[in-house]
């Protein structure tokens, strides 16, 4: 080996730590981002859904018969 070889080898050993700790954090960090990337993607399909379902249900109608209370009023309009 030439001696600039040899030189290079013994600068990379010497800072292979703190290369393979900067390389474990970037790993790190990006699994967090991919993470936080699914989560929001699932966590808005689920929103979507569930607001979806809730627009297509069918509205409610009530009924009342109010004969008992036109009743009430007109006799008290005869009064």
Not at 13 to 37: C, D, E, F
Not at 40 to 57: P, Q, R
Request: glycine share 6%; aromatic share 10%; no cysteine.
């Amino acid at each position: 080996m030439s001696q600039a070889k040899v030189d290079q080898y013994k600068k990379e050993k010497a800072t292979r730590k703190k290369t393979l700790a900067k390389q474990k954090v970037a790993r790190r960090i990006g699994k967090i981002a991919t993470l936080v990337v699914v989560l929001a993607a699932v966590g808005f399909g689920v929103y979507k859904g569930i607001d979806n379902y809730y627009d297509n249900l069918p509205a409610n109608t009530y009924y009342v018969d109010l004969t008992a209370i036109q009743d009430y009023t007109s006799a008290l309009d005869e009064e």
